[in-house]
């Protein structure tokens, strides 16, 4: 008997609530069609807007927050490697071995030591704001529904007092239902209008707070951390001294292309050009350089203003018989500059001028078409005569010095190894 009992009970609820559900749904239709007014608090729907958006604001920062420890902690896996790897190539009888091991012992927990206390001051303090907001956001929508069923009452109610035929125990009785359902929103409603504008304006001390610890924590880890890597500096630096003798020397990248083998290529189009009869003579392997493609080096080229040297030009009518002063006066306007309105010409920079880069390391030469550099030398890098011969990591220019004192292509050009020099213009 008793079963059968709760049983009852159980299926009275279900039918109860199918019954809510069932007049919430057409409640709702109706004030969707204007034949019913809805009850509209303004204040609270911008306090809902407010929690909403605060919402969305600290599921992002959580977000974010956990992409940054999984970033501090690749960054803790990344920094073990390496310092492995040095303990491994640390040779025993080399000295200051013990310190360097000690010091990425110190380097290890650091970062563990930082990434716990961003867990700690950072994570679960996130976790603890946002884990307020399933429950609030149930109430507000369980508060959504007991308006409707106010709104719905009310309009049961108010129905039942204009009918012409007036029942008064169903009048009664829907009165009593309208004083129920309009205390339990009343209650869920007060409630709601004093937590929401609170939680709101927290957000302003937690954002303080959770920043401040991020900034603070990682502040003090940088501080730490440059103290170690002062400490392996000077570890290294005691190795270096005793081991000078070993020093790693910079070397230039190796010339594919030999000397011969770029007279070869030259020899063949001299006689390529001599074949479609050229009358020109074909210039010799030391010659100034030809118009020549953009060439793409490390050092980004500056953007050209002007025409290349040397570059076919549009041709005229009377072009052949110009007198050759005039031809070079504008070659040099190209490259240098003009003086004054005298018509004077004075070549600064060599043709085809790109860029300066200054010698950062000495260099040896080990060919005849080489420069022989010194660390602070100045040269004027200038195109390949053909782009071809230029090797990968090599560049062609004359030393500065030379170039204003002798102005001579000829004997002054060369190449060099491009990761000697830095880009100074």
Known sequence: MAEMGSKGVTAGKIASNVQKKLTRAQEKVLQKLGKADE????????????????????????????TYLASVKAMHEASRKLNECL?????????????????????????????????????????????QFPDIKSRIAKRGRKLVDYDSARHHYE???????????????????????QKV????????????PSLWNSRVGFYVNTFQSIAGLEE????????????????????????????????????????????????????????????SPSPPPDSS????????????????????????LPKSPSQNSLPAVVVETFSAAVNGTVEGGNGTVRLDLPPGFMFKVQAQHDY??????????????VVLVIPFQNPEEQDEGWLMGVKESDWNQHKDLEKCRGVFPENFTERVQ
């Open 289 to 312: 350089p030809a118009a020549t493609p953009e060439i793409r080096v490390n050092h980004d080229p500056e953007p050209a203003s002007a025409a290349t040297p040397g570059a076919a």
């Open 39 to 66: 009850t509209k608090d303004e204040q609270f729907e911008q306090c809902v807007q407010n929690f909403n958006k605060q919402l969305n604001e600290g599921t992002r920062l959580q977000k974010d927050l956990r």
């Open 87 to 131: 303990q491994e190539v640390y040779e025993p009888d080399w000295p200051g071995r013990d310190e360097a091991n000690k010091i990425a012992e110190n380097n290890d927990l650091l970062w563990m030591d930082y990434h716990q206390k961003l867990v700690d001051q950072a994570l679960l303090t996130m976790d603890t704001y946002l884990g």
């Open 159 to 181: 129905s039942l007092q204009v009918a012409k035929k007036k029942d008064e125990v169903k009048i009664a009785k829907a009165e009593e239902e309208l004083i129920k359902a």
């Open 364 to 377: 040896t030469a080990t060919d005849t078409d080489e420069l022989q550099l010194k660390a602070g030398d």
């Open 185 to 196: 929103f009343e209650e869920m409603n007060v409630d709601l209008q004093e937590e929401l």
């Open 220 to 279: 003090n880890f940088h501080k730490e951390m440059s103290k170690l890597n002062q400490n392996l500096h000077d570890v290294l630096v005691s190795l270096e001294k005793q081991h000078g003798s070993n020093t790693f020397m910079v070397k230039a990248q190796p010339r594919k292309k030999t000397k011969l083998f770029s007279r070869l290529r030259r020899k063949k189009n001299s006689d390529n050009a001599s074949a479609k009869g050229n009358k």
